[in-house]
């Protein structure tokens, strides 16, 4: 019975053993569990002092440090906001505002020369002011280190614009074009012929310098000097003002498809061939009425069923006498000499198409040039005094609108 006791005894013993294992490990477990959540809330408690602590510091040094904080402040700013000067700006500098130019390109070319503090600020200030769209081409007097709102309001403004424009009208030839050019730039006409001399340096393409019918071409500036009203930009030099007038040409004739279009639609003749016969009906044409016209009548003579197949224009003749510098005349005042002169390269009797183009030819003459009306005339004459001309297919209509020309004293 004992020895059953005992058992009995030491299996009791080894019961509270195993209970106080599992109580052991229960609160053991427990313990883990509660420690674990005390250190998250710890650190979290801990973040909270961090967060709190750095706000302090903040708030300690805003009150310490008073104005000087704000650099601080206005470079973590900058991270969000475009950098803008706060003034008005000082001093002057001129800008230019080219052909094409987007707010963008402006507002590059107002950080490279100092008067915005950032590209993106003026970009910003030109979004939101619809009047942006407003800025023209040209060179502007702005200042240095101003706000962008006030470069633009600057931009905007006519009063600001370096306005050094010259004229440059329809017809006018190189050597005249030079002059004028001269006058308003001070820049000597022999700058400008230097320039001119290499028409490729300037701009022009090389294939403009082609001819269908064989005839060898040297280039010239002629024809390319588009008539127009330049801005000049400061400190420009002859080459620069002369590769603007070429661009000019060159976008204008290219908007018209001209190249295109006369190869198509002329007969085989090429662009330049037909520039040519553009500055002939821009000198003889009177009024812009006529210009197309003029036009047939140069291709008929030259390429077409007229007995000489030349020109027999006056104005070449005149042409030749301002290259040589001679006076130029009227029809009437010309010598039979210096009409059929056989050492003129712009002969009036001279077989086919002449050399060059003898001016520069406006849009209208070009157009005239690209698309004439159909017809067969070959002669003209001039019957009022508004510059109109009466066009005839034969010699002897051509007779009859003299006589009619003579009747209203124009001729």
Same mark, same amino acid.
């Given at each position: 019975?004992?020895?059953?006791?005992?058992?009995?005894?030491?299996? &009791?013993?080894?019961?509270?053993?195993?209970?106080?294992?599992?109580?052991?490990?229960?609160?053991?477990?427990?313990?883990?569990?509660?420690?674990?959540?005390?250190?998250?809330?710890?650190?979290?408690?801990?973040?909270?002092?961090?967060?709190?602590?750095?706000?302090?510091?903040?708030?300690?040094?805003?009150?310490?440090?008073?104005?000087?904080?704000?650099?601080?402040?206005?470079?973590?700013?900058?991270?969000?906001?475009?950098?803008?000067?706060?003034?008005?700006?000082?001093?002057?500098?001129?800008?230019?505002?080219?052909?094409?130019?987007?707010?963008?390109?402006?507002?590059?070319?107002?950080?490279?020369?100092?008067?915005?503090?950032?590209?993106?600020? #003026?970009?910003?200030?030109?979004?939101?002011?619809?009047?942006?769209?407003?800025?023209?081409?040209?060179?502007?007097?702005?200042?240095?280190?101003?706000?962008?709102?006030?470069?633009?309001?600057?931009?905007?403004?006519?009063?600001? &614009?370096?306005?050094?424009?010259?004229?440059?009208?329809?017809?006018?030839?190189?050597?005249?074009?030079?002059?004028?050019?001269?006058?308003?730039?001070?820049?000597?006409?022999?700058? #400008?012929?230097?320039?001119?001399?290499?028409?490729?340096?300037?701009? +022009?393409?090389?294939?403009?310098?082609?001819?269908?019918?064989?005839?060898?071409?040297?280039?010239?500036?002629?024809?390319?000097?588009?008539?127009?009203?330049?801005?000049?930009?400061?400190?420009?030099?002859?080459?620069?003002?002369?590769?603007?007038?070429?661009?000019?040409?060159?976008?204008?004739?290219?908007?018209?498809?001209?190249?295109?279009?006369?190869?198509?639609?002329?007969?085989?003749?090429?662009?330049?061939?037909?520039?040519?016969?553009?500055?002939?009906?821009?000198?003889?044409?009177?009024?812009?009425?006529?210009?197309?016209?003029?036009?047939?009548?140069?291709?008929?003579?030259?390429?077409?069923? #007229?007995?000489?197949?030349?020109?027999?224009?006056? +104005?070449?003749?005149?042409?030749?006498?301002?290259?040589?510098?001679?006076?130029?005349?009227?029809?009437?005042?010309?010598?039979? =000499?210096?009409?059929?002169?056989?050492?003129?390269?712009?002969?009036?009797?001279?077989?086919?198409?002449?050399?060059?183009?003898?001016?520069?030819?406006?849009?209208?003459?070009?157009?005239?040039?690209?698309?004439?009306?159909?017809?067969?005339?070959?002669?003209? +004459?001039?019957?009022?005094?508004?510059?109109?001309?009466? #066009? =005839?297919?034969?010699?002897?209509?051509?007779?009859?609108?003299?006589?009619?020309?003579?009747?209203?004293?124009?001729?």
């Amino acid at each position: 019975m004992i020895d059953e006791l005992d058992d009995a005894f030491d299996e &009791r013993e080894r019961e509270r053993e195993r209970e106080r294992e599992r109580g052991d490990k229960g609160r053991h477990r427990r313990a883990y569990v509660e420690n674990r959540r005390r250190r998250a809330e710890g650190k979290a408690a801990g973040g909270g002092g961090k967060t709190f602590f750095a706000l302090l510091m903040t708030l300690v040094l805003l009150g310490t440090l008073g104005g000087g904080v704000w650099y601080g402040y206005d470079r973590i700013q900058g991270f969000f906001t475009a950098a803008d000067y706060e003034g008005g700006g000082t001093g002057e500098v001129v800008v230019e505002v080219k052909a094409g130019h987007t707010a963008t390109d402006i507002a590059n070319t107002l950080y490279s020369a100092g008067v915005v503090k950032s590209a993106k600020a #003026f970009i910003e200030a030109a979004t939101e002011n619809s009047r942006s769209k407003n800025i023209q081409v040209g060179s502007y007097k702005v200042r240095k280190q101003m706000r962008a709102v006030d470069a633009l309001a600057m931009l905007l403004d006519p009063k600001n &614009r370096v306005v050094n424009g010259v004229v440059i009208p329809e017809g006018t030839t190189a050597k005249r074009v030079y002059l004028l050019l001269e006058k308003e730039t001070k820049i000597p006409a022999k700058e #400008f012929e230097a320039a001119a001399k290499d028409p490729l340096a300037l701009g +022009v393409p090389d294939f403009w310098f082609t001819r269908s019918d064989g005839k060898k071409v040297a280039p010239s500036i002629e024809g390319f000097l588009f008539p127009s009203t330049y801005e000049i930009p400061p400190k420009a030099d002859a080459e620069t003002i002369l590769k603007m007038m070429v661009d000019n040409f060159l976008t204008v004739v290219g908007e018209m498809e001209f190249t295109d279009r006369v190869q198509k639609e002329r007969g085989g003749i090429t662009p330049y061939e037909a520039l040519i016969v553009a500055s002939l009906a821009q000198a003889e044409a009177g009024n812009k009425d006529d210009l197309g016209k003029v036009a047939r009548v140069a291709y008929n003579r030259a390429y077409g069923e #007229f007995p000489c197949n030349c020109l027999e224009m006056d +104005v070449t003749v005149n042409y030749y006498l301002e290259l040589t510098g001679q006076k130029t005349k009227r029809s009437k005042d010309m010598t039979d =000499a210096e009409l059929d002169n056989p050492k003129n390269p712009y002969n009036r009797k001279l077989r086919g198409m002449i050399p060059t183009p003898i001016n520069n030819p406006g849009k209208q003459a070009l157009e005239g040039a690209m698309d004439p009306p159909p017809g067969k005339w070959l002669y003209f +004459v001039a019957i009022d005094d508004k510059g109109h001309s009466a #066009f =005839a297919e034969t010699y002897e209509q051509h007779l009859k609108n003299e006589a009619k020309a003579k009747e209203n004293g124009i001729i």
